[in-house]
């Protein structure tokens, strides 16, 4: 089988936002698949927030994007071609080979999703890395006790918006914070916060937080990290504890990114502040999977998906990550999944 195939690769480093010229769509051949290997045609492609500091060439949890390279990423795709024992033609498969069509996996990159327990796409939210990353932040960080105030910032994005139900289900009273008045609805009605607010148009995100949080705050789960955090600090419990997920809010920052000292508040609230990466718990994604996936079949967490559709538009849907566009998980569908 010979497949032509489309990539789309980092064409040069962002300064500030990306844009169009950051990435280029290049097409060529597949890699036929040899022993012990199966070529893939990807379905879905998962865009997130961390991959903006993997454009930057620069130190961190995890090395740089090269350049005139693929971007990789989450991805889910179809078998059709196998010459792995381990799997065959029609499998649909997990991995982390990013933005491209076609896909040849050595048979220890990939791992096979049961396509029957919820629809494949979940498997890049809710069950995946999006998931484990709320449960594991929350949970080993942010430890909610029964009565104690949850405030997440970025509530209604993927992984916001299953910390906040993962909260209730401890029995918390949870805060979101996001930006549009049908974010606050679907974080009150749907997923059923206990209060929201919206930064965007709050006169005063301090007084705002203060009503909706009349017992302070113990846990706050951040993603954003700026001045949304700023507020929040202002209302800490002694002995809060604060998961630091996420900074979306200075990632395309052309500068530093000076803010109030966060010193004296930890010192005289005897706070936690800790950041973390799921890859601290990968010896731990089982039990977190099987816990997701428990409270998903019983009704008790529900998850919402932004699919934008094409993979051309793959840039595009990036870019509207920043934007804050999407609410739950953001993903491309790049093809159907045959019947």
């Known amino acids: 089988m010979n497949n032509k195939k489309e990539q789309i690769i980092l064409a040069e480093r962002?300064?500030?936002?990306?844009?169009?010229?950051?990435?280029?769509?290049?097409?060529?051949?597949?890699?036929?698949?040899?022993?012990?290997?199966?070529?893939?045609?990807?379905?879905?492609v998962s865009v997130d927030p961390y991959m903006r500091g993997r454009m930057i060439d620069a130190p961190s949890y995890v090395a740089p994007f090269e350049l005139n390279a693929v971007i990789d990423g989450g991805a889910i795709g179809e078998v059709v071609e196998s010459k792995s024992d381990q799997f065959q033609s029609g499998d649909v498969v997990i991995g982390g080979y990013g933005w491209q069509t076609y896909y040849t996996a050595k048979e220890n990159?990939?791992?096979?999703?049961?396509?029957?327990?919820?629809?494949?796409?979940?498997?890049?939210?809710?069950?995946?890395?999006?998931?484990?990353?709320?449960?594991?932040?929350?949970?080993?960080?942010?430890?909610?006790?029964?009565?104690?105030?949850?405030?997440?910032?970025?509530?209604?994005?993927?992984?916001?918006?299953?910390?906040?139900?993962?909260?209730?289900?401890?029995?918390?009273?949870?805060?979101?914070?996001?930006?549009?008045?049908?974010?606050?609805?679907?974080?009150?009605?749907?997923?059923?916060?206990?209060?929201?607010?919206?930064?965007?148009?709050?006169?005063?995100?301090?007084?705002?937080?203060?009503?909706?949080?009349?017992?302070?705050?113990d846990v706050y789960f951040d993603n954003v990290g700026g001045e949304i955090s700023d507020a929040v600090h202002a209302h800490l419990n002694k002995f809060a504890r604060m998961p630091i997920c996420g900074a979306i809010s200075s990632y395309n920052l052309e500068g530093e990114d000076i803010g109030p000292r966060v010193q004296t508040t930890l010192i005289k609230k005897s706070a936690v502040m800790q950041g973390f990466t799921l890859g601290d718990f990968a010896d731990r994604f089982p039990e977190g999977t099987v816990a997701l996936a428990e409270w998903l079949q019983e009704g008790k967490l529900k998850y919402q998906e932004t699919i934008k559709e094409g993979f051309e538009n793959i840039p595009d849907a990036f870019l509207d990550l920043f934007e804050g566009n999407n609410i739950g998980k953001l993903l491309v569908k790049v093809a159907e999944l045959p019947q």
């Open 109 to 217: 990159e990939i791992r096979k999703i049961d396509k029957d327990i919820a629809p494949i796409s979940t498997h890049l939210g809710i069950l995946g890395m999006t998931g484990l990353t709320a449960y594991f932040g929350l949970l080993e960080i942010g430890k909610p006790k029964e009565g104690e105030t949850v405030v997440i910032s970025g509530a209604a994005g993927a992984v916001g918006s299953i910390v906040g139900q993962i909260a209730k289900i401890k029995g918390a009273h949870v805060v979101g914070i996001a930006g549009s008045d049908e974010k606050i609805q679907y974080l009150k009605e749907e997923l059923h916060f206990d209060d929201a607010v919206n930064y965007k148009t709050t006169a005063n995100l301090e007084n705002d937080l203060a009503k909706a949080c009349p017992n302070g705050i």
């Open 14 to 44: 962002p300064t500030g936002t990306p844009d169009k010229n950051t990435f280029k769509l290049v097409e060529t051949d597949s890699k036929q698949p040899e022993k012990g290997e199966v070529l893939i045609r990807t379905l879905y």
